[in-house]
């Protein structure tokens, strides 16, 4: 994997092929885009959709089941960003270890650069 691209744990991966069986998505033409938008709290949000479409400009990361897209300025701010899956007693869902943020919120949806 290149250094410039987002990272996803097996556990992150694991629960996208749940949620995409769940939803009867079907494996092969479904991607989960991961990018990031203007606003929140803190600047920045994060957002986390399924897509059946991919642009030229994406770059697509495979792992564990589920392909990646990013957009080019997205993959600005999520530069070695680790994307989890957390299903503890504090919340259940995905969760950023973002490198470039240098403050979030309380509800971890949204950072600073």
Request: charged share 25%; net charge negative.
């Amino acid at each position: 994997m290149e250094a410039t691209s987002i990272q996803i744990t097996d556990a992150a991966a694991e629960a996208a092929v749940a949620t995409m069986k769940s939803e009867n998505r079907p494996l092969e033409s479904t991607y989960l885009r991961v990018g990031v938008r203007a606003g929140g709290c803190s600047g920045y949000s994060y957002d986390l959709k399924f897509t059946d479409e991919r642009r030229d400009n994406d770059t697509v990361i495979e792992h564990g089941g589920v392909r990646l897209l990013v957009d080019p300025k997205s993959e600005t701010f999520l530069k070695g960003t680790e994307l989890d899956w957390s299903g503890g007693l504090n919340g259940k869902g995905f969760v950023f270890n973002n490198p470039n943020a240098s403050g979030t919120c309380g509800c971890g949806e949204s950072f600073s650069v």
